[in-house]
């Protein structure tokens, strides 16, 4: 497991009469960043699968979508972040991050596999402002901070949650060509 540090990054800041301003530069990780693009800097692929889920756990996890506590518990110590039992339901618990008052949703963790090379990445995302005055448009868009914890090429995970993170969540439906 090693920890890619260094980035290629386009930050991109999308104003209320729709004009965008983006900055492309060289950015790092545990930096805060506005609507971040990212490349990995000196990796070369044609292919590219993404796999991003919630960083949760439910303690009576039925389905096989879900991480369980221990599972959420071996990433937190893994990759450095904190875990938290929710204060309105009990049994949820949530990966935490304590930099600024706004970060109050639970983090993503996003399994990449760039041709035959598999990387990781957490993020947690909140609003610039307190009270960000948004349209239906911004709102659309979500958050629009990005904070990159890190990112890992070859990283450790157990067969369980590489499982759970290629997992389709909820129900899709074929589609029929008649």
Not at 54 to 75: I, M, P, Q, R, W
Not at 83 to 105: A, M, P, Q, R, T
Request: aromatic fraction near 12%; include cysteine.
């Amino acid at each position: 497991m090693k920890l890619i540090e260094n980035f290629y990054c386009i930050q991109s800041e999308i104003f209320g009469d729709g004009t965008t301003k983006s900055v492309e530069e060289i950015s790092s990780i545990k930096m805060e960043l506005v609507r971040p693009s990212i490349k990995l800097l000196d990796v070369e692929y044609s292919e590219k699968k993404t796999y991003t889920k919630n960083l949760v756990a439910k303690s009576c996890a039925t389905s096989d979508e879900d991480f369980t506590l221990g599972e959420l518990s071996f990433l937190s110590k893994t990759y450095g972040f904190e875990i938290e039992e929710d204060n309105n339901l009990k049994g949820y618990h949530k990966s935490v991050l304590k930099i600024h008052k706004l970060y109050d949703c639970p983090g993503y963790i996003t399994l990449m596999k760039l041709d035959e090379k598999e990387y990781l990445r957490i993020e947690f995302l909140r609003w610039q402002f307190d009270c960000q005055p948004r349209g239906a448009g911004e709102d659309m868009l979500g958050e629009d901070i990005t904070y990159i914890l890190g990112i890992w090429e070859s990283p450790l995970l157990t067969d369980e949650i590489v499982a759970k993170l290629k997992k389709p969540r909820g129900i899709y439906y074929k589609e029929i060509t008649i």
